[in-house]
């Protein structure tokens, strides 16, 4: 991990889109009672999709528009494509590496026989260093390809392949075919510890993820035309995000749109969305130039990394400090608020800090690259 002391230009818009998707992350990961929380703050049970399902696709769809900018500029520095492949991979090494022992510190447990193997960061990883290899080496035509093959071919297999020891096809948490491969090759020890039976991360969720990353790089690269007009640009991700919600709700009807099986309808459809979502912010801030209110999400979209790891510190600590045998919430809000509206603001006052952190290491000129 590397400390730049300088910025290179950049999209202000992906960082705000960035930054706020940071911040929801955040927010809906550190309330101040799991409990109590609103609805829209959490993930649906199984089917379907909240705000809170939006936050990790938006993350990886950033991913490959990241991609499309960080290559062409590497490209333009005179960088050759092997040596741009063997610092992705260095790069997926390390973010794999950062979540395995972010979990050893923060359990203080040295027992690798349990380690979860799958998560966030490793699936990050994974898409990062593949779609990197994919922009370097094949067209966009080619892409597109790769992109439609990986979201049909993935609902075949979860439709059709029958499971072993089940004996059919299907779309139930502990039963469909990726949880029995996770099973058999990661083992229920390494899995997500809330089941031991399946993870949302799991292994074969992976194809469908590098599809949510190519659908960023195909926007990236739209974006990155210097023979379009923005305003065309802008009617055009419009157009795209529309027509890939509409397809993802008719496929709904068949493969439903699903976050824990990342499904290939719930690829076409957060990739609408996120798309739209860049759209309105491209157009109002690159375009119309309003960016006073960017600032407090910038903080956050350019150190996107760094917040993220921190928000698995930061609150940990924060919750072992007590006094009366009291937490800070429990002496802040829990007396004076509803449950439910105490928790969101212990969750609001968890994302203040964060801020306040990233900050510092904003007006340092400080920016965590991995």
Not at 72 to 79: C, L, M
Request: hydrophobic share 50%; charged share 15%.
């Amino acid at each position: 991990m590397t400390t730049a002391l300088t910025k290179s230009p950049r999209l202000l818009s992906l960082d705000v889109f960035r930054g706020i998707t940071i911040a929801g992350m955040i927010l809906v990961n550190d309330p101040g009672d799991w409990g109590h929380i609103y609805a829209p703050l959490e993930h649906s049970v199984w089917n379907g999709c909240t705000p809170t399902d939006l936050v990790f696709p938006f993350f990886l769809f950033m991913v490959g528009i990241s991609i499309v900018y960080a290559m062409e500029s590497r490209k333009a520095s005179g960088e050759n494509q092997s040596r741009m492949i063997l610092t992705a991979l260095r790069r997926m090494v390390v973010l794999m590496l950062i979540t395995w022992c972010t979990q050893v510190i923060l359990r203080w447990n040295f027992d690798l026989s349990k380690l979860r193997l799958p998560g966030v960061l490793p699936r990050i990883a994974l898409v990062y260093f593949i779609c990197t290899v994919l922009y370097l080496k094949t067209s966009q035509k080619t892409r597109d390809w790769v992109f439609v093959i990986a979201l049909v071919g993935y609902y075949l297999l979860m439709t059709f392949v029958p499971v072993p020891g089940v004996g059919y096809a299907n779309l139930e948490p502990e039963t469909n075919l990726g949880a029995w491969i996770d099973r058999t090759l990661l083992t229920p020890d390494h899995l997500w510890r809330s089941s031991r039976t399946w993870d949302p991360e799991g292994l074969l969720g992976t194809l469908p993820a590098i599809g949510t990353g190519l659908f960023g790089i195909r926007v990236g690269t739209w974006l990155k035309r210097k023979d379009r007009d923005d305003s065309i640009k802008v009617s055009w991700m419009f157009t795209y995000g529309v027509i890939a919600v509409l397809l993802a709700l008719l496929w709904d009807l068949f493969f439903p749109i699903n976050k824990a099986l990342w499904t290939s309808s719930f690829v076409l459809y957060t990739g609408g969305l996120a798309t739209i979502g860049l759209a309105i912010c491209f157009w109002l801030i690159d375009v119309q130039g309003h960016k006073r209110l960017t600032y407090p999400f910038v903080v956050f979209g350019t150190n996107a990394i760094a917040a993220y790891v921190l928000s698995g510190f930061i609150p940990h600590y924060y919750n072992l400090i007590k006094w009366d045998g009291k937490s800070i919430y429990e002496h802040l809000f829990v007396p004076y608020f509803s449950p439910v509206n105490a928790s969101l603001l212990g969750a609001i006052l968890i994302v203040l800090i964060l801020w306040l952190v990233m900050w510092v290491f904003y007006l340092r000129k400080i920016f965590i690259k991995i």
